[in-house]
């Protein structure tokens, strides 16, 4: 079975632009949830997802938004890019919310 | 939210030896996993251990939930083993998981 697939990569964005990110949950898994990861640090929630609707929001800017499709995939979206976006984006998935998470490869966001 | 404490910061090991990897948090949890995160980002679960102890093949891991610690062995270490060894502990309602700041542990050969 497919594990957690994200997209794009690897990205480079400039600051102001926006950016949308991409993952697909493994099958049969309705929660997906959202972490951001800088250099040198542990993985900071964004959000959670879980039956199309959103569970949990960490602290994080407006610029943050998220929605979960009806498959279960998901979309993240940041809006007027600064600098410190940059970092690597995770996502996970779990059949549902308390149970073990599954991290796709992530993708690496620049913003120059 | 809770904190995580991860030690030690960075480990360097000679291929064979031994070490022991410690996570302590703050509060009572209902989920807590080791992961494994490799060179190129990704993150491998290695255990959900709430409590009690486990073992898959070299690696072992202990949660003594009512002392709000969790330990993560690692034997006969290979330069595979290498990167940066993560705790993370979900919160009550399971929305959401602490991480730590992780152990880095190089294995030289």
């Known amino acids: 079975d497919a594990g957690v697939t994200q997209s794009p990569t690897h990205l480079i964005k400039t600051r102001g632009q926006h950016v949308t990110l991409r993952c697909s949950p493994i099958s049969g898994h309705k929660s997906v949830s959202w972490y951001q990861q800088v250099l040198g640090q542990g993985p900071q929630f964004i959000f959670q997802?879980?039956?199309?609707?959103?569970?949990g929001r960490g602290n994080f800017p407006d610029r943050f938004s998220a929605r979960q499709f009806p498959n279960y995939s998901s979309e993240l979206n940041v809006n007027a890019l600064l600098l410190g976006d940059s970092a690597l984006y995770l996502c996970?998935?779990?059949?549902?919310?308390?149970?073990?998470?599954?991290f796709g490869e992530g993708s690496w966001l620049t913003v120059v | 939210g809770i904190q995580v404490e991860q030690s030690p910061p960075d480990l360097i090991l000679q291929e064979g030896a031994n070490s022991t990897l410690r996570c302590n948090f703050s509060?009572?949890?209902?989920?807590l996993q080791w992961f494994h995160q490799n060179p190129w980002g990704q993150l491998i679960n290695l255990f959900y251990i709430p409590s009690g102890t486990k073992q898959n093949g070299r690696l072992s891991a202990t949660t003594v939930a009512t002392e709000r610690y969790s330990l993560l062995y690692i034997s006969s270490s290979q330069t595979t083993d290498s990167g940066v060894y993560f705790c993370a502990v979900g919160s009550n309602t399971g929305n959401q998981f602490y991480f730590g700041t992780g152990t880095s542990l190089t294995v030289i050969p």
């Open positions: 997802y879980y039956e199309k609707e959103e569970r």
């Open positions: 509060d009572s949890v209902n989920n």
């Open positions: 996970a998935s779990s059949y549902n919310a308390g149970n073990t998470i599954y």
